[in-house]
């Protein structure tokens, strides 16, 4: 398998047109092998939209003729005392309501026609609608640049070996009872592990609270004319705040990698502000210059305990930062003259990728990276969106969601592709054949809950959204079937009131009573039982039969969860 030590170029020369004419390609085969005629598609939706422009002309003479009618109708009635109305009545008995009854008319038949006109092209594209799966993504990274090798789903194994050979644990991405996981995407570089998630997390805020109270009081004032004095009724509005703690709800996007290279090592960097600026422009030289200057400072420094010293490439070091790295020896055992010069690469681009947009933590065997490109990226590939009755849209779904899903997917690898000792790093573990390695991981099985939205598992009188938790119960559901438990961890808001000492004109001090929420933790339970069968469609008809009390469950399933069987090759059933 080809090595991916320079990305930007890579890609930009090789892998970028390679995925293009795989994903041309793929498409093609699916055409072929589901036998879809595509001139007799093309003149079926030509006719749909001829149809359709009918239709449509007819609907806005028919509304025209509509409004003459009604018009007629309401004078004819208002005047309907004199000959006038009669003769308007008339008129409409004979000429306008037969025009809008016999538009009407046509207008149904034009509807009928091109709903039959509609389901002849759903049924021609039916047996290619059929084809499309959940793996088509990662069939076609593969294809492009096979040392990116990504999983059917994220596995035990895979999250096994994340947390035994490399040592993740959850809390690195912050506390882990505050996160779950809306989907998943897991693979390895050359036998090195890596996930790319997305979690729906919490965090505690601060919210502001107003309180008002109206006083009066009375004061004796002068007259106008300096003679004697008057009582006067003052007014005011006391205002009070207090800021009290509320749960705020964000998805956080990141990747995960594994790697033994540099295994003690940890830092940390951010996205650089001078990264964007032209290094050939006096400003970006001005400030390039600057930064430097700071970190020889900083490098010099002998009265803390920093490691830190200043290597020769000082564009570098201003650019990427890491400045609390805790092993010099092991950071120049990453970043070597050609990882600097490709990293560099990646952050000064501005027409390839997405330039210096990602957050690095390393901490020992476990690389994070929080790319801010990912935050809005669409990466669910779920096949239920390049579905239509048009060959030519489908196509055109079919290429432009694969296209941007291998862009987006590639550049978040791309920091750890510049680095060429981890693509020749490959752990013992990267073979994963373990009994119960292939089963779901339960980071899958939160996804799949949260698929089906967190409110049906919210707890009686939540005021917020659901973190959903999953863990497997203890015994065994069926043969092959797993129990998993998802909590729906929410708060409940009670209403409370605090009195705020606010001193008034009248020179007292008032209570201002301050009206808030407080947040208190409620949590619910329910059971899934998942039953992992890769290359199966029996979960499905098996999770339709099992939830005839859910409202709607088997429509759901029809329409979005079969997709999710294929995608996860995991059948549930909600209890």
């Not at 964007?276 to 400003?283: I, K, N």
């Not at 030289?285 to 490691?307: C, G, I, M, Q, Y």
């Not at 690469?345 to 929080?370: E, H, M, P, S, W």
């Not at 009686?460 to 438990?485: F, H, M, N």
């Amino acid at each position: 398998m080809e090595a991916l030590f320079e990305p930007i170029a890579q890609y930009r020369d090789v892998l970028r047109e390679k995925h293009a004419e795989a994903t041309r390609g793929l498409f093609e085969e699916l055409v072929a092998k589901a036998g879809v005629d595509a001139k007799a598609n093309a003149r079926t939706v030509a006719e749909l939209r001829r149809l359709e422009g009918r239709l449509a002309d007819t609907r806005k003479r028919l509304g025209r003729w509509k409004g003459l009618h009604r018009m007629l109708v309401v004078a004819g009635w208002v005047l309907v005392i004199v000959l006038v109305g009669i003769l308007l009545l008339l008129l409409d008995r004979k000429k306008v309501r037969p025009r809008v009854e016999a538009l009407e008319e046509a207008a149904g038949k034009l509807q009928l026609a091109r709903d039959a006109k509609e389901q002849e092209a759903w049924a021609q594209m039916a047996p290619l609608n059929a084809l499309f799966d959940w793996q088509m993504p990662g069939q076609l990274v593969a294809r492009a640049a096979p040392l990116l090798q990504l999983d059917p789903f994220f596995t035990q194994g895979r999250l096994r070996d994340l947390r035994r050979t490399f040592g993740f644990e959850e809390n690195v991405l912050g506390d882990p009872e505050a996160r779950s996981l809306l989907f998943s995407v897991s693979g390895e570089v050359n036998g090195n592990p890596f996930v790319l998630g997305r979690a729906f997390c919490r965090e505690w805020g601060m919210q502001d609270y107003e309180g008002t109270l109206p006083i009066s009081w009375v004061v004796r004032v002068p007259n106008a004319d300096g003679r004697g004095t008057h009582l006067e009724t003052r007014h005011q509005v006391l205002r009070a705040k207090v800021q009290k703690p509320v749960p705020t709800y964000y998805d956080q996007t990141f990747l995960l990698f594994g790697n033994e290279a540099a295994p003690n090592l940890r830092f940390s960097r951010e996205p650089s502000a001078l990264s964007a600026e032209d290094p050939e422009s006096r400003a970006g030289r001005r400030h390039l210059a600057a930064a430097v200057k700071k970190l020889e400072k900083f490098s010099r420094n002998l009265d803390d305990d920093k490691p830190f010293t200043l290597m020769q490439n000082h564009e570098f070091e201003a650019l990427f930062g890491a400045t609390d790295r805790d092993d010099e020896i092991q950071f120049r055992l990453l970043f070597t003259p050609l990882a600097q010069e490709q990293m560099l690469a990646i952050l000064r681009d501005r027409k390839v990728g997405f330039g210096d947009d990602f957050t690095f933590l390393k901490r020992q065997k476990i690389n994070c990276l929080l790319p801010d490109h990912l935050k809005g990226a669409d990466l669910d590939a779920d096949p239920a969106r390049y579905q239509t009755y048009e060959l030519e849209e489908t196509r055109q779904r079919f290429v432009t969601f694969n296209e941007g899903y291998f862009h987006h997917l590639f550049f978040a690898l791309a920091p750890l592709l510049a680095i060429p000792i981890y693509q020749q790093t490959r752990s013992h573990e990267s073979i994963y054949g373990t009994a119960g390695a292939r089963a779901s991981a339960p980071w899958e099985h939160e996804a799949f809950a949260n698929h089906l939205g967190y409110r049906r598992f919210a707890p009686a009188g939540a005021a917020t959204p659901s973190i959903l938790k999953a863990r497997e119960a203890e015994g065994a559901a069926g043969a092959g079937d797993r129990d998993v438990q998802v909590v729906a961890h929410a708060f409940r808001a009670e209403d409370r009131v605090e009195q705020v000492a606010v001193w008034g004109g009248d020179g007292r001090r008032h209570q201002v009573p301050v009206h808030w929420k407080e947040y208190l933790p409620i949590s619910a339970m329910r059971t899934m039982t998942f039953h992992d069968a890769e290359g199966s469609t029996t979960p499905l008809f098996e999770a339709q039969k099992a939830m005839p009390s859910e409202p709607g469950w088997a429509n759901f399933f029809r329409q979005v969860g079969g997709a999710a069987f294929f995608r996860h090759s995991i059948g549930a059933a909600l209890r």
